[in-house]
Each structure stands twice: as C-alpha cells, then as structure tokens.
C-alpha cells in the first residue's frame, strides 16, 4: 500500500520556471513532511520539511504548501536552474515513531535552458 | 556535508558469494538505517536500529541481516548474494532534535551476476 503518492514521475521546466511536485499521505498520523534532492550517484540530501501545523514554509527559492485537510502537500522551485536538475522525493514520517521515513515514489525534474 | 561513509560504492560480485557493505557514521547518531533503492525509484526501509544491539527489520522484506555492535558503524550482511539482490543500497542516521534530519551515505550499487 502506497502510503505517500508523488506526482508527477517526471517534469521538464524551462529555466526560470516555476516547479511544482505534488505528493498526497493517508496516514493521519504522519507530523513531518520532509523533502529530499537526490541527484545522480548521490545519496538524498533533505531540502527543507514541513510540520502540519504550518500552512507554508519557504527557504530560497523553494516552497512548501501543506494542506492538512486534503492530506497534500506540494514543493515548488520558483526560478528554477539547470543545477535543480535531479530527483525530489517527498516523504512523511510520525517523529514518536522511530523517525522511520516513507517516501514517495520520486519525480525526475530536468531545468533546461 | 554529514559524516556517513559507506564501503565499497561500487559491488560487482557472483552469485551466491557473502558480501557486508559497511556503513559508518561520525555523528553520534544512534538512529541508523538502510534502504534499498532500484534506479530512479523510491527508498524501501529495509532495516533499521535505534542504538547498540538494537536492529528491526523495515517495511520492505530482506533477506539481509544487519548488526548494530558500535553506534558509529551499522553494516549490513548477504550471506549469499542472487541476483535480485542487485540494487543500490543507502545507509542513513538522524540527528535528535526538533526537526529530525536524516543524513544518508552516498550508497553502496551492487551487482550480482
């Protein structure tokens, strides 16, 4: 049972653009929404997280929104870049719980020129 | 950067050969874990340890076992390598605090042919 859904699997952005990746979580249990950047050959690197019991959170150029009704959360990379080329993986996890990560299933985002 | 080293990055072995990649950290984290990752998809849990001689299996059935002996050091074990063991294999720890960061190695690709 897929427990965090990610879409889309794979997004072209032109630099400059705005992108957005989606994830959607069914346990109501989950308090912490971390995002992680993986690029090629690399182990993840956490981009920046959420806590349900803010709306949005901003480091940079990127965003998290989190909707605690719908259960959604979304990353977005304002202006984005060619070195923003890699894979993001969001994932949820309950913080009593052992901090044991799901994660979604991955989005392949490639910035072109 | 985090300080989490994992030997060797790269594994090409023959069936049914023992193998243990290693995996050490110089955080002092006493969470550790490892996930097993196909190429460009989601991180599966495959085992996990809170602290010295403490080991569980993840979500996602292994047929690896894992000791926990050092806090600084979780390898993990194939007694007798197959194919589908092929993957890439990532080692993690968590710092504590508020907002529960999992740092992860650069991972271990392994073959078996």
């Known amino acids: 049972q897929q427990q965090v859904k990610q879409s889309p699997q794979s997004l072209i952005v032109q630099k400059g653009g705005i992108s957005i990746i989606n994830c959607a979580y069914e346990?109501?249990?989950?308090?912490?929404f971390p995002w992680y950047q993986q690029f090629p050959g690399k182990g993840p690197a956490l981009l920046i997280a959420?806590?349900?019991?803010?709306s949005e959170k901003k480091e940079g150029r990127f965003t998290i929104s989190f909707n605690k009704s719908a259960k959604q959360f979304s990353l977005h990379i304002m202006d984005s870049q060619p070195g923003d080329s890699a894979t993001y993986f969001c994932?949820?996890?309950?913080?009593?719980?052992?901090?044991?990560?799901?994660f979604g299933t991955g989005t392949q985002l490639k910035v072109e020129l | 950067e985090a300080d989490i080293y994992q030997t060797p990055r790269y594994l090409v072995i023959g069936t049914g050969k023992k193998i243990t990649l290693e995996c050490s950290q110089t955080?002092?984290?006493?969470?550790m874990y490892w996930y097993q990752q196909d190429p460009g998809m989601e991180l599966h849990l495959i085992h996990y340890?809170?602290?010295?001689?403490?080991?569980e299996k993840g979500d996602l059935s292994s047929e690896s076992t894992v000791s926990r002996i050092r806090t600084e050091h979780f390898p993990l074990t194939l007694e007798s390598a197959r194919p589908s063991h092929t993957s890439q294999y990532l080692c993690a720890s968590i710092a504590a605090g508020f907002y529960n960061e999992q740092f992860f190695g650069p991972g271990t690709r392994l073959t078996v042919l």
């Open positions: 340890s809170y602290g010295v001689n403490s080991t």
């Open positions: 955080m002092g984290h006493d969470k």
């Open positions: 959420i806590r349900p019991d803010v």
């Open positions: 994932a949820a996890t309950v913080t009593g719980g052992g901090n044991k990560l799901t």
């Open positions: 346990n109501t249990a989950f308090d912490y």
